[in-house]
């Protein structure tokens, strides 16, 4: 007999990874409330808080007002408006590429651009650490996926050897790590990508909007976003709105536009949504932009270096994204209740988000806390970290 919903439910807990939700109530700024209290948010995406800037919310009560509250349907049928227009152009001259492509969210973008261009017969190399949807989108495609180690690209080079062939090859990778906040060696991917005639995709949700000149992500940053293929980045972190993007030349969108089934299918993004992705474009290249980032990074190298030399382990990287290696699910979800008994908000990361036994506290900064906030973060954080012999 087959096991019953209530069978998997105690396994699931039995292991220590039953996950739940936290309600916060009011808007995602860098102070939220939750169960009642004043708490500081560490684990938001939201990394120059433009998710409660008066600019976004007037663009999407504008682009309500003037545009209605549903597109009505997908793309190709009725459901492809003037300001889904106004967004691809206006994230085309962001990303400085040909063309653009606005998709639903992140992750229908990397389920549908993956089958779009590869399929049965084809290969795809994906670092280890990919996120779940690109993932997610390599098993849709039917394409072989080969994972290579994280991040090291010399593997990768014997592994394209390996199965050099005459089918279509894809190299994909995150820009910024999702849940370790280190960024990908695009340097070395693009001569990979250029010596085995292969496509590069970089999916550049954590660094869109925060790296790179006026915040055109990781490749920018390392002067290679000109050779980068599929230039993937989301609306929801950063930018402060929702949705996602493919910056492209304008034969790889038409590809797009014909074969990405998640685009073809889903009625497309709403008008108020629309709005605040165009407002928040505007201001993530203006100097306003400029000066949140330079805020973002200050407080990225406090929170780094104070928890580093408080002996936390962190995996090596630059960003903003900061976990604190907690290992046991037990220890991850035990850390992460008495952050929030103190007043912190951050989530435990387990399995199957991360590998077995590298569970987390996913820290991530803000451009919008302020220096006392984050002091008194660490403080808090390093006691707790000590009583629970994490340190
Ligand atoms: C690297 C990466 N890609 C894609 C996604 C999915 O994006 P979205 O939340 O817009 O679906 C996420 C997280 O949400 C992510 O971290």
Avoid at 12 to 22: E, P
Avoid at 37 to 50: A, V, W
Avoid at 300 to 319: H, V, Y
């Amino acid at each position: 007999m087959s096991r019953s919903i209530e069978e998997e439910l105690q396994e699931i807990s039995g292991n220590g990874l039953l996950r739940t939700t936290r309600l916060i109530s009011g808007r995602q700024s860098a102070r939220v409330t939750h169960s009642g209290r004043d708490m500081l948010l560490l684990c938001s995406n939201n990394y120059l808080g433009l998710a409660d800037r008066p600019e976004l919310i007037n663009a999407a009560v504008q682009a309500a007002e003037s545009y209605g509250t549903s597109s009505g349907a997908s793309r190709l049928v009725s459901g492809t408006m003037e300001l889904h227009e106004q967004l691809e152009n206006a994230v085309a001259s962001f990303k400085q590429s040909e063309d653009a492509l606005v998709f639903n969210s992140g992750h229908a973008a990397n389920t549908g651009i993956i089958p779009a261009i590869v399929k049965r017969g084809d290969i795809v190399f994906s670092d280890r650490l990919n996120h779940a949807s690109i993932v997610d989108g390599i098993l849709l495609s039917g394409a072989k996926m080969i994972r290579y180690p994280h991040n090291d690209h010399v593997m990768l080079e014997q592994l394209l050897e390996k199965y050099r062939g005459k089918n279509r090859t894809l190299i994909v990778t995150d820009g910024v790590f999702s849940m370790d906040g280190d960024v990908a060696p695009l340097v070395e991917l693009v001569a990979l990508k250029q010596a085995y005639n292969a496509l590069l995709m970089v999916d550049d949700a954590h660094g869109s909007g925060v790296l790179g000149e006026c915040g055109r992500g990781s490749a920018d940053q390392l002067g290679v976003a000109d050779f980068v293929d599929i230039k993937m980045g989301t609306f929801g972190k950063a930018l402060g709105s929702f949705g996602a993007y493919a910056a492209v030349t304008s034969e790889m969108r038409t590809l797009l536009v014909n074969r990405c089934r998640s685009f073809i299918f889903s009625t497309s993004l709403p008008p108020a949504v629309l709005g605040a992705s165009l407002a928040a474009v505007r201001i993530v290249q203006s100097s306003e932009g400029d000066l949140l980032r330079d805020r973002i990074r200050a407080n990225t190298e406090f929170f780094r270096r104070s928890l580093n030399d408080a002996g936390f382990i962190i995996p090596p990287g630059t960003t903003q994204i900061i976990p604190i290696i907690t290992g046991s699910p037990e220890t991850t979800m035990r850390f992460s209740e008495a952050l929030l008994n103190d007043g912190i908000f951050a989530q435990g990361i387990r399995p199957p988000t991360v590998p077995a036994g590298s569970g987390r506290v996913r820290f991530t900064v803000m451009a919008t806390h302020t220096p006392e906030e984050l002091s008194w973060a660490v403080e808090r954080i390093k006691n707790i970290g000590s009583n629970l012999g994490v340190i």
